[in-house]
């Protein structure tokens, strides 16, 4: 059973840094590209940004470019989003995510799917 599990979300003030994990079990987690997903309330999912199964490349999504980072430590089938300069639109559930191949930015390129941590940003 494939299993992601995130933790660090919370409540943060506009200007703030938070860093989320997401520890994955059931996979060889070295073998996986992973990506992390955020949905606002009443909109849709969107992806944030990726990560190749080595660590070698990364990809961020226009939004959150130059303030977030995403990195992973496969010793402990962990990856990590870094979140600076929070701003109140960064407020939503994130999502963690797996997959194996070609990164991908598209919520249905992953079949694997953590459970989600709230953030919330106030201004």
């Known amino acids: 059973q494939v299993l992601l599990v995130e933790t660090g979300g919370g409540l943060v003030q506009a200007g703030g840094s938070l860093r989320l994990s997401c520890a994955a079990s059931?996979?060889?987690?070295?073998?996986?590209?992973m990506g992390w997903f955020r949905q606002a309330p009443g909109k849709e999912r969107e992806f944030v940004a990726a990560?190749?199964?080595?660590?070698?490349?990364?990809y961020n999504s226009d939004s959150v470019k130059g303030r977030f980072t995403i990195y992973r430590d496969n010793a402990k089938n962990t990856v990590y989003l870094r979140m600076n300069s929070l701003k109140a639109e960064d407020t939503a559930d994130y999502y963690c995510?797996?997959?194996?191949?070609?990164?991908?930015?598209?919520?249905?390129?992953?079949?694997?799917w953590g459970q989600g941590t709230q953030v919330t940003v106030s201004s």
């Open positions: 995510a797996a997959r194996i191949g070609n990164l991908r930015v598209g919520v249905n390129g992953y079949p694997y």
């Open positions: 990560i190749t199964s080595t660590g070698g490349s990364t």
């Open positions: 059931g996979i060889t987690f070295s073998l996986y590209q």
